[in-house]
């Protein structure tokens, strides 16, 4: 596990989130310059209330 988190780390170049009303979209830059979608968090309407998806690794999706 230590080893597959150690590659991760070494791809990813920066995290980016932005939000659009109740939702907020984390995106990952890796160090070749692509962006690729990582997870969305949704607020379920009360600051201890939130919802948590992850993005597919499928291209294309």
Do not use: K, N, Y
């Amino acid at each position: 596990m230590t080893d597959l988190i150690t590659f991760a780390e070494s791809q990813l170049a920066a995290v980016h989130v932005r939000h659009s009303g109740q939702f907020a979209h984390v995106d990952g830059e890796l160090a070749a310059g692509e962006s690729i979608r990582l997870m969305r968090l949704h607020q379920g309407g009360s600051v201890t209330t939130w919802g948590f998806a992850l993005c597919l690794a499928t291209p294309g999706v």
